[in-house]
């Protein structure tokens, strides 16, 4: 299995120069483009890193998965979904002018205005709503190291403006309630938390398992998990969710910082890590990979 996964990556290398490292948060555009970690891991407890599994980066939109799986235990899904869509868009991640017409609310929760959407319904005053977020991937990882890059943070808050002008619309229409800079700091928080690609892994094993959570929500953990992975599906890889379907055929979740989340229910959990990103925001190394570790694997959920 390593050495498939080795002779994946080395297919698909040249991949990196076709993407760029992101920018428009200036801390990122430190990530070497040739880091490439895949990791891959199964029910029966099998593990396969490989590459630069150990290399950290920030978790991105990846963390939108966990703040959706945090505000569906604390509201259930009726609640959740009164704020923010189900439906897909082919807008790009950071798409604001729809927001200004008058009946609508985020189209689904992975793009940057539903996130902050789910992130402002996690229960919590203050730090409380971050730890919670930080405890879960700690649960799901089992990684008691996971913790937040100040300076990435400090960079996304000091840009981030294009979420700030969206946050404060969606206070505008009544959709986001609490402080919105208190929100906002949660948000660019979240997004900052370092992870490495086994760590992804090991987050899509758990969400692949059925979020076998301790704790008690609103729904059953079940259900959160089928909620999750159906909106990952749809809606994970932005405005090329529907291309990636077909071509994966795995419900995955992208991060600017590099990362791909890959949920194979009942069977695996996929982590990879490729900073150079295409003009979608998705590493252009890691759709490669994936796509044809799914092809290797067999992993498609709809092929037979
Ligand atoms: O808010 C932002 O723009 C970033 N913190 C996260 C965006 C992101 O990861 C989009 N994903 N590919």
């Given at each position: ?56 980066f920030t978790i991105q ?88 890059d100040?300076?990435v ?39 900052s ?64 910082g ?47």
């Amino acid at each position: 299995m390593k050495d498939k996964i080795m002779e994946i990556i080395e297919k698909n290398k040249g991949l990196v120069r076709e993407g760029f490292v992101a920018d428009y948060i200036p801390a990122l555009s430190k990530a070497n483009p040739n880091n490439i970690g895949v990791s891959i891991v199964d029910l029966n407890g099998n593990i396969y890193n490989v590459g630069d599994y150990n290399e950290k980066f920030t978790i991105q939109s990846i963390s939108k998965v966990l703040s959706l799986i945090l505000a569906l235990l604390d509201h259930g899904e009726e609640k959740v979904f009164n704020k923010v869509g189900y439906e897909p868009t082919d807008e790009p991640f950071n798409t604001i002018y729809k927001l200004d017409f008058n009946w609508n609310k985020p189209s689904n929760p992975m793009i940057n205005s539903g996130a902050i959407v789910t992130t402002s319904l996690i229960k919590g005053n203050g730090d409380e709503k971050i730890n919670r977020i930080l405890d879960l991937i700690k649960v799901m990882t089992g990684n008691p190291n996971v913790s937040i890059d100040e300076e990435v943070y400090l960079s996304e808050k000091e840009t981030g403006n294009r979420n700030r002008a969206m946050a404060y619309l969606l206070k505008s229409k009544g959709i986001l309630s609490g402080d919105v800079e208190e929100i906002l700091d949660t948000y660019f928080k979240q997004c900052s938390i370092q992870v490495t690609s086994f760590d992804l892994a090991k987050i899509g094993l758990f969400i692949a398992k059925g979020c076998p959570l301790e704790t008690k929500g609103l729904i059953d953990n079940a259900r959160i998990a089928a909620i999750v992975t159906a909106i990952m599906f749809t809606s994970g890889m932005y405005n090329f969710s529907g291309e990636y379907a077909v071509n994966v055929g795995i419900p995955s979740k992208s991060g600017v910082g590099g990362g791909i989340l890959g949920v194979v229910p009942g069977n695996y959990g996929i982590g990879i890590y490729g900073p150079a990103l295409d003009r979608y925001g998705n590493s252009s190394v890691g759709y490669g990979i994936i796509r044809d570790l799914s092809q290797h694997l067999k992993l498609n959920i709809l092929s037979r």
